[in-house]
Protein backbone atom coordinates (compact mmCIF):
# COMPACT_ATOMS: atom_id res chain seq x y z
CA UNK A 1 0.00 0.00 0.00
CA UNK A 2 1.31 3.37 -1.07
CA UNK A 3 1.75 5.70 1.99
CA UNK A 4 -0.02 8.58 0.19
CA UNK A 5 -3.71 7.38 -2.48
CA UNK A 6 -4.60 9.73 -4.73
CA UNK A 7 -6.99 8.64 -7.79
CA UNK A 8 -5.52 10.06 -10.90
CA UNK A 9 -9.25 10.59 -12.68
CA UNK A 10 -9.50 12.96 -14.59
CA UNK A 11 -12.22 14.66 -13.00
CA UNK A 12 -14.60 16.52 -15.64
CA UNK A 13 -16.92 19.46 -14.46
CA UNK A 14 -18.42 22.43 -15.81
CA UNK A 15 -17.37 25.54 -15.18
CA UNK A 16 -19.11 27.25 -12.35
CA UNK A 17 -18.68 23.73 -10.62
CA UNK A 18 -17.55 23.31 -7.42
CA UNK A 19 -14.42 20.68 -7.65
CA UNK A 20 -13.48 18.06 -4.33
CA UNK A 21 -10.05 17.09 -4.55
CA UNK A 22 -9.31 13.94 -2.02
CA UNK A 23 -6.15 12.23 -0.84
CA UNK A 24 -5.84 9.47 1.45
CA UNK A 25 -2.75 8.50 3.86
CA UNK A 26 -1.54 6.37 6.40
CA UNK A 27 1.21 7.63 8.30
CA UNK A 28 0.72 9.41 10.95
CA UNK A 29 3.85 11.06 11.82
CA UNK A 30 2.77 13.23 8.49
CA UNK A 31 1.98 16.98 9.80
CA UNK A 32 2.59 19.33 7.37
CA UNK A 33 0.02 19.22 3.95
CA UNK A 34 0.48 20.78 0.58
CA UNK A 35 -1.35 20.98 -2.47
CA UNK A 36 0.49 21.47 -5.46
CA UNK A 37 -1.07 22.39 -9.77
CA UNK A 38 0.74 21.67 -12.69
CA UNK A 39 0.13 22.26 -16.11
CA UNK A 40 1.19 19.88 -19.00
CA UNK A 41 4.83 20.37 -19.20
CA UNK A 42 5.44 22.32 -16.53
CA UNK A 43 6.53 22.00 -13.14
CA UNK A 44 4.40 21.64 -9.95
CA UNK A 45 3.46 24.84 -7.84
CA UNK A 46 2.39 25.29 -4.60
CA UNK A 47 -1.12 26.64 -3.93
CA UNK A 48 -1.92 25.40 -0.76
CA UNK A 49 0.37 24.66 2.59
CA UNK A 50 -1.71 23.74 6.11
CA UNK A 51 0.01 22.35 9.53
CA UNK A 52 -1.81 19.44 11.45
CA UNK A 53 -5.75 19.31 10.71
CA UNK A 54 -7.79 22.20 10.15
CA UNK A 55 -9.04 24.33 7.62
CA UNK A 56 -6.94 26.77 5.19
CA UNK A 57 -8.61 29.49 2.59
CA UNK A 58 -7.56 31.55 -0.43
CA UNK A 59 -9.68 32.53 -2.73
CA UNK A 60 -11.23 30.02 -4.67
CA UNK A 61 -9.21 27.39 -2.96
CA UNK A 62 -10.37 26.06 0.57
CA UNK A 63 -7.73 23.23 1.68
CA UNK A 64 -8.85 20.73 4.55
CA UNK A 65 -7.43 18.39 6.63
CA UNK A 66 -8.55 15.42 8.90
CA UNK A 67 -5.92 13.63 10.88
CA UNK A 68 -8.37 11.81 12.51
CA UNK A 69 -9.12 10.04 9.49
CA UNK A 70 -5.91 10.55 7.78
CA UNK A 71 -7.94 11.93 4.72
CA UNK A 72 -7.29 15.62 3.28
CA UNK A 73 -9.11 17.71 0.65
CA UNK A 74 -8.78 20.71 -1.37
CA UNK A 75 -12.07 22.81 -2.77
CA UNK A 76 -12.04 25.04 -5.66
CA UNK A 77 -15.26 27.51 -6.06
CA UNK A 78 -16.74 28.37 -9.20
CA UNK A 79 -14.04 26.85 -11.15
CA UNK A 80 -12.63 28.25 -14.19
CA UNK A 81 -11.11 26.47 -17.39
CA UNK A 82 -7.94 28.03 -16.26
CA UNK A 83 -7.80 25.80 -13.43
CA UNK A 84 -7.79 22.44 -16.24
CA UNK A 85 -4.63 21.07 -14.78
CA UNK A 86 -2.81 18.36 -12.76
CA UNK A 87 -3.64 18.57 -8.71
CA UNK A 88 -1.05 16.68 -6.87
CA UNK A 89 -1.25 16.76 -2.72
CA UNK A 90 1.69 16.12 -1.18
CA UNK A 91 2.91 15.86 2.77
CA UNK A 92 5.83 15.36 5.25
CA UNK A 93 6.50 14.75 8.74
CA UNK A 94 7.84 17.32 11.05
CA UNK A 95 11.21 17.57 13.21
CA UNK A 96 13.57 17.68 10.51
CA UNK A 97 12.34 15.77 8.11
CA UNK A 98 11.61 17.95 5.20
CA UNK A 99 11.14 15.74 2.32
CA UNK A 100 7.66 15.30 1.19
CA UNK A 101 5.75 12.39 -0.04
CA UNK A 102 3.35 13.06 -2.99
CA UNK A 103 0.23 11.94 -4.34
CA UNK A 104 0.10 10.25 -7.77
CA UNK A 105 -2.09 13.62 -8.94
CA UNK A 106 -5.25 14.16 -10.11
CA UNK A 107 -6.51 15.19 -13.78
CA UNK A 108 -8.88 18.02 -13.55
CA UNK A 109 -10.53 19.42 -16.99
CA UNK A 110 -13.17 22.24 -16.65
CA UNK A 111 -14.63 22.77 -19.70
CA UNK A 112 -16.65 25.89 -20.82
CA UNK B 1 10.92 37.55 -7.40
CA UNK B 2 12.79 34.55 -6.09
CA UNK B 3 13.14 31.76 -8.56
CA UNK B 4 14.22 28.25 -9.46
CA UNK B 5 16.28 27.57 -12.54
CA UNK B 6 16.44 24.75 -14.92
CA UNK B 7 18.20 24.47 -18.13
CA UNK B 8 17.82 23.00 -20.93
CA UNK B 9 14.05 22.67 -20.58
CA UNK B 10 14.31 19.77 -23.41
CA UNK B 11 16.71 17.37 -24.32
CA UNK B 12 17.43 15.14 -26.86
CA UNK B 13 20.65 13.15 -27.13
CA UNK B 14 21.80 9.66 -28.38
CA UNK B 15 22.52 7.11 -26.29
CA UNK B 16 25.76 6.83 -24.77
CA UNK B 17 26.20 10.37 -24.07
CA UNK B 18 27.23 12.39 -20.91
CA UNK B 19 24.74 14.71 -20.13
CA UNK B 20 24.51 17.42 -17.56
CA UNK B 21 20.98 18.84 -16.29
CA UNK B 22 21.52 22.06 -14.38
CA UNK B 23 19.49 23.59 -11.53
CA UNK B 24 19.97 27.31 -9.65
CA UNK B 25 17.85 28.61 -7.11
CA UNK B 26 17.92 32.32 -5.96
CA UNK B 27 16.10 31.62 -2.73
CA UNK B 28 19.28 30.56 -0.66
CA UNK B 29 17.49 27.74 0.27
CA UNK B 30 19.42 25.30 1.73
CA UNK B 31 17.43 21.50 0.42
CA UNK B 32 17.16 20.83 -3.20
CA UNK B 33 15.86 17.79 -4.85
CA UNK B 34 15.48 16.00 -8.28
CA UNK B 35 12.66 13.75 -8.88
CA UNK B 36 11.71 12.57 -12.07
CA UNK B 37 8.12 12.01 -13.26
CA UNK B 38 6.88 9.96 -16.19
CA UNK B 39 3.65 11.01 -17.71
CA UNK B 40 0.37 10.91 -15.14
CA UNK B 41 2.08 8.92 -12.45
CA UNK B 42 4.18 10.00 -9.36
CA UNK B 43 6.82 12.21 -8.80
CA UNK B 44 10.05 10.29 -7.31
CA UNK B 45 12.80 11.40 -5.62
CA UNK B 46 16.08 10.53 -7.01
CA UNK B 47 18.43 12.81 -5.25
CA UNK B 48 18.35 15.21 -2.43
CA UNK B 49 20.70 17.91 -0.81
CA UNK B 50 20.34 19.39 2.80
CA UNK B 51 23.71 22.36 2.12
CA UNK B 52 26.79 22.21 0.60
CA UNK B 53 28.95 18.98 0.16
CA UNK B 54 26.01 17.07 1.47
CA UNK B 55 23.89 14.79 -1.11
CA UNK B 56 22.28 11.39 -0.51
CA UNK B 57 20.23 9.07 -2.64
CA UNK B 58 16.08 8.98 -2.98
CA UNK B 59 13.99 6.58 -3.41
CA UNK B 60 14.46 5.71 -6.54
CA UNK B 61 17.11 3.81 -7.95
CA UNK B 62 19.04 6.21 -10.60
CA UNK B 63 22.35 6.05 -12.53
CA UNK B 64 22.55 9.69 -12.31
CA UNK B 65 24.52 11.35 -9.76
CA UNK B 66 24.44 14.98 -8.12
CA UNK B 67 26.66 17.97 -6.55
CA UNK B 68 26.55 20.19 -4.47
CA UNK B 69 29.54 22.69 -4.51
CA UNK B 70 27.44 26.02 -4.39
CA UNK B 71 24.56 26.42 -2.12
CA UNK B 72 22.15 27.74 -5.21
CA UNK B 73 23.42 25.26 -7.78
CA UNK B 74 22.37 21.84 -7.83
CA UNK B 75 23.26 19.94 -11.34
CA UNK B 76 22.26 16.04 -12.28
CA UNK B 77 24.54 14.33 -13.99
CA UNK B 78 24.11 10.79 -16.53
CA UNK B 79 27.80 9.43 -17.51
CA UNK B 80 26.12 7.05 -20.04
CA UNK B 81 22.37 8.10 -21.07
CA UNK B 82 20.23 5.08 -22.37
CA UNK B 83 16.40 5.53 -23.51
CA UNK B 84 15.28 4.06 -20.32
CA UNK B 85 16.43 7.62 -18.91
CA UNK B 86 13.54 9.09 -20.82
CA UNK B 87 11.58 11.11 -18.39
CA UNK B 88 11.03 14.67 -17.40
CA UNK B 89 13.34 15.67 -14.31
CA UNK B 90 12.36 18.07 -11.76
CA UNK B 91 14.25 19.62 -9.55
CA UNK B 92 12.81 21.78 -6.40
CA UNK B 93 14.13 23.48 -3.35
CA UNK B 94 13.36 24.65 0.24
CA UNK B 95 14.40 25.84 3.37
CA UNK B 96 12.98 25.22 7.21
CA UNK B 97 12.11 28.75 7.76
CA UNK B 98 8.88 28.45 9.06
CA UNK B 99 8.25 25.37 7.38
CA UNK B 100 8.24 26.72 3.65
CA UNK B 101 7.07 24.07 1.39
CA UNK B 102 9.25 23.18 -2.12
CA UNK B 103 9.37 25.27 -4.81
CA UNK B 104 9.91 23.16 -8.11
CA UNK B 105 11.89 24.74 -11.50
CA UNK B 106 9.67 24.05 -14.80
CA UNK B 107 11.25 20.75 -14.91
CA UNK B 108 13.54 19.07 -18.09
CA UNK B 109 12.02 16.94 -20.47
CA UNK B 110 14.85 14.32 -21.63
CA UNK B 111 14.93 12.08 -24.52
CA UNK B 112 17.51 9.72 -24.91
CA UNK B 113 17.38 7.87 -28.57
Known amino acids: QKEVEQDPGPLSVPEGAIVSLNCTYS??????FMWYRQYSRKGPELLMY????GNKEDGRFTAQVDKSSKYISLFIRDSQPSDSATYLC????????????FGRGTSLIVHP | EADIYQTPRYLVIGTGKKITLECSQT?????MYWYQQDPGMELHLIHY???????EKGDLSSESTVSRIRTEHFPLTLESARPSHTSQYLC????????????FGQGTRLTVV
Open chain 2, 92 to 103: ASSDDQGGTEAF
Open chain 1, 27 to 32: NSAFQY
Open chain 1, 50 to 53: TYSS
Open chain 1, 90 to 101: AMRKGGGSYIPT
Open chain 2, 27 to 31: MGHDK
Open chain 2, 49 to 55: SYGVNST
